[in-house]
């Protein structure tokens, strides 16, 4: 009986698969909005892992510019709007920290519960139209500036395939945080008329 036993548990730590340790990640779907996103994951016990994911997106035209560049688009928006739109460039940067626990029977493969914190910045320039006080057309510039701190949890799953290919679902969850908004521009408010500066704020 005692051999039996010891075939069996050698036949069970056969059958276990190893995973690596580290893992580093591309987000794939991130490349379609111009996004660059790095994560890397280390296992620092059995069920336990730490993992620091990045995402950075350089300035550049934003995905709703071209949707809304031309004024013969049924948006049901004003032309100022597209133009605001059109005129836009967008970049923001990332990082997420997270300590992530298996469900299954190691890291880091299957199913996992994530507490993570995150920092976020975003950066958007735009165009726009005012008139000054003599009610001739100018053109200003405006920034948009968005920083995001806060943290929760998350429920995702992972996938390791035999040829260490690693497919990482992050599914939702609750999360709180705190956001700081700033809408600036060189242009002197008390040369645009109540009206605009809401529109233009809007």
Known sequence: SRNYASKARTRKKVKEKVYKNNIVKLNLTGLVVKSFGLQYEQKIRKKAS???GLIYRPKSTWIVSKFYDSTNSATGISNETKF?????????FMITPELRYYLGRQAPNGLYLSAFARARMDRLAFKYNYYDNNTIEREGLANLDETLIGGGIMLGYQIVTRKKLTIDFWFLGPWIGNQNVKLRSEVNANNI???????IAE
């Open 193 to 199: 008329s109540e009206i605009q500066q809401k529109f």
């Open 50 to 52: 730490i993992a620091l």
């Open 84 to 92: 605001m739109y059109a005129t836009s460039r967008f970049r923001t």
